[in-house]
């Protein structure tokens, strides 16, 4: 009977106790699993903003990796401009010629540098390194040739022909004449390194000549076939009731610009070859000046005065 009574007792306490015990352990399983939830999703986020940013620095490094641009452009026979240009500061600029001693220029951070180099006369090869900031460089070479005697560069300038010529040795002389016309050519003596005549233009279409000789014989000849175009013809009369404008040109006019007595400026595109047009004139003084312009980019100027009774 005891042993009945103890087995009984013991069924009775088993069915209370395994209950609460299983709700314990329910609770702690299920913050554990809360935590372990809050960590992964930590983790995820962590990871997530890691991985933006990750690519964000990338973008940021490669857009700084692009180099300095290394051009050049001839100044003359014998001068070179080295341009380097950049989205960031540009910290220095080394050069070299014929990989002789290298010239460092400091570049200041600028975004945009000029170095000008004299070239000696023959081959030279030119080789160049810039760096920005950032420490990234780039690198440009280059052969440029130099002769040794003078050159001859043409440019209409006003409606004239604009000779430069330049040479490493004084220039002797410098001759011109059209077309085949040698026998009337124009002489003049320099002695100079550098001279920039002006010469007039004719009319029509005709072969300029240049020949230009330095202290030692070495000469340089230029031909070059140059249109020529005169100034647009402009005439104003008046009959003592208004002022006629009279514009005209060969080749076409392309615009008119006038100033009648205190009125703002005119302008009136053209097309033509032949203007006119009329204005009346007022009681006391009338002034009138006016501008044409052909389709060639030349212009001419009048200026009158006229008073009305």
Known sequence: ???????????????KKPKSAIHSILIVF??????????????GAYSYYRGLTSGLDKSIVSEGSTKPVITTERVNASTINIVVTHDKGIVSLTYSINDGQATEVNCDNKMEFKQEVELPIGSSKLTIIAKDINGISSS????????????????????????TIESKNNIDY????????????????????KTEPMIDVLEGT??????????????????????GDNKP??????????????????EGLSKIEYTFNSQEMQTEEVSDKEYTKDLELQA???????????????????????VKE
């Not at 699993?33 to 983790?43: M, N």
């Not at 280059?142 to 604009?162: A, C, R």
């Not at 072969?207 to 000469?219: E, K, M, Y």
């Open 174 to 193: 410098v001759m011109y004449y059209w077309d085949e016309d040698e026998a009337n050519a124009m002489k003049g003596t320099i002695n100079n390194t």
């Open 140 to 163: 440009y070479e280059n052969t440029f040739e130099v002769e040794d005697k003078p050159s001859i560069t043409l440019e209409q300038v006003d409606g004239k022909i604009k000779a």
């Open 30 to 43: 299920s913050v554990i699993l809360i935590i372990f939830g809050i960590g992964l999703t930590s983790t």
């Open 284 to 306: 006391g003084k009338n002034n009138l000046t006016v501008t044409v312009y052909n389709k060639n980019g030349l212009s001419e100027t009048t200026t009158v005065e006229y």
């Open 233 to 250: 013809k402009i005439d104003v009369k008046t009959n003592g009731k208004v002022f006629r404008i009279i514009a005209s040109d060969d």
């Open 206 to 227: 005709h072969t300029l000549n240049i020949i230009a000789v330095d202290v030692n014989g070495n000469q340089t000849k230029k031909s070059q076939k140059i249109i």
């Open 1 to 15: 009977m005891t042993k009945i009574i103890l087995t009984s007792h013991t069924d009775k306490k088993t069915n």
